[in-house]
């Protein structure tokens, strides 16, 4: 059983990072944001080079790409920096909906993450000394709350660019 989660961890990784479109797009959401835009505002939307309309935080950034049917992709950097690290439990996705009007960000669940959180309960009733593991939980919850909040400020840049004017407080000054 390790040897599968090893495996599932490490080709969740490989999927991050080679961006493949299916990743992007399958999993349990678990942040949902849309952002109202009128058919004007979503002609003239931009989502290339958002990662610059973001604040510099204290974390590794987001990186965004663009997928092949037009949406965007977007995760933590794996490039090494100063920034701190936590366990990102989603892999986000701007989708732009000229039909309902709509910008969605959305976040969906890591697979690595919800396997051993399915796995932890049974793992423990087999192997009650497998206890503390439990704090594994407490490393995902703190996760996600980290990542809520940049996903929010994500939806603000998106939000700030579809109404076409982006504040200050996004711009990175290195620019």
Known sequence: MAIALIALMLIELLLLFAW????????????????????????????GGLEYDLPTETWARLSFRALPDGSVAFRESFALGYGGRYFPLMHGLLLVDRRRGE????????????VLTVLLLPIILVRPMAWPMLAVLLVFYMGYSIQRRRYARVVEAVRARVRNDVPWQFMDPRR
């Open 20 to 47: 493949a479109p299916l990743f992007f797009r399958t999993g349990i959401v678990l942040y949902n944001q849309r952002i109202a835009a009128s058919l004007d505002d979503l002609k003239r939307l931009s989502l």
């Open 103 to 114: 910008v969605r960000v959305v976040g969906r669940c890591s697979w690595f993450a919800l």
